[in-house]
């Protein structure tokens, strides 16, 4: 087999940001003072598709658009971020998807969503042949059965499988995936990422390590990552859970920063072959780094890692 022409294909959510600093977070009847307002290029395949560009990764995504000028922006930032847009359907006369993120000082967060509907996909307009030229398939799963269809689909064509599920299970049931398709597309998966909020529900705990600890017993030849925010991540394979800590910045965005840990681990594991032990003080570093900055696009290249990690290198240790 000669050559692969793209390292990685994405398959998910492209989406605009309006993200809303506030003085509080708000609660039911109260008011929060906004502190700080902008529009920032955002959805979780998108966000990793932008962090594996700046690790420079040969990557491409598939998702849809509206025709809307914020849907035209997006594509555009797309490809000026390196990233190969071809495979992007744009709906016409559709408005692209939106997010509102509400952020107070602690880094709390709600997400208000607009044009849900526009970010659907059969599996009839999903090119596989197109998946087939990565190494690497990823997916966030919020387009529910197509991206478990693909997953096989990719897994068949002999791909690596990477996958995250970014929210808790309720949330991800509004995008049509169930707890059966979650625990499906673990099994399919080479490497996956839980939101910690996920995991936690997934196994009953309000432990992370316990949780872990459970997803790795149930999936032991997968790489399992579970992230725990200024505490850093846990990483298990294969019977051994490794806690890597966060990379110490000054917080300014916390927006993306576990897309940009997802994709700096997909970097690291499946397109440089690293070992799991650098390749997860790559992850940590990449999405500390982009907390110091604001919006999820904001991850930065390999060489600022690679710098940062030898002026201050992170001491990973296996907890189990």
Known sequence: ????????????????????????????????????EYLREGGTSANVAVCLSHLSARCGIISVIGDDPEGLWILSRLGEEGVDTSRIIIRKGRKSPSLVIVVDEEQRRAFILFNKDTLSLEPSEVDVDYVATAKVFFTDTYLADTALWAMEEAKRRGLKIACSIPQRLEVMSIWGLTREEIFRALELSDLAMPSKECALALVGTDDPLTATRQLASSYPDKVICVTVGKEGSYVAYRGRILKVPAFEVKVVDTTGAGDTYMGAMIYGLMVKGLSLEDAAKLASTAASLKCSRPGAWSSPKLAEVEEALRKRPLEVRYVE
């Not at 998910?12 to 809303?20: E, L, M, P, Q, T």
């Open 1 to 36: 087999m000669g050559e692969k022409a793209l390292d990685v294909v994405c398959l998910g959510a492209c989406a605009i940001d309006r993200i809303v600093i506030v003085d509080k977070f708000p609660y039911h009847e109260g008011t929060s003072v906004v502190k700080a």
